[in-house]
């Protein structure tokens, strides 16, 4: 995610946001909408990759239990 932040140009975006967090002058702010992108795109393409090297491992579960 860092270097997806960093060839994108918003490492400056997120060290803006670790440094003052999310809420400023008491008001609650959600994250900006080009790192929530960002953050969805890395979470889909690791649910996609979990799934394809799981499925082999859960077929062989089912095989063996039968």
Partial sequence: MAVLL????L???ASHIVEYGLS???RKLGLPRSIAN???AV???KRALIKVTA???I???CVLSQ
């Avoid at 960093?6 to 140009?9: S, V």
């Fill in 43 to 45: 979470y889909e393409t």
């Fill in 6 to 9: 960093k060839h994108l140009d």
């Fill in 38 to 40: 960002v953050c969805k």
């Fill in 55 to 57: 499925t082999p491992y």
């Fill in 11 to 13: 490492g400056h975006v």
């Fill in 59 to 61: 077929n062989s579960i």
């Fill in 24 to 26: 400023e002058s008491g």
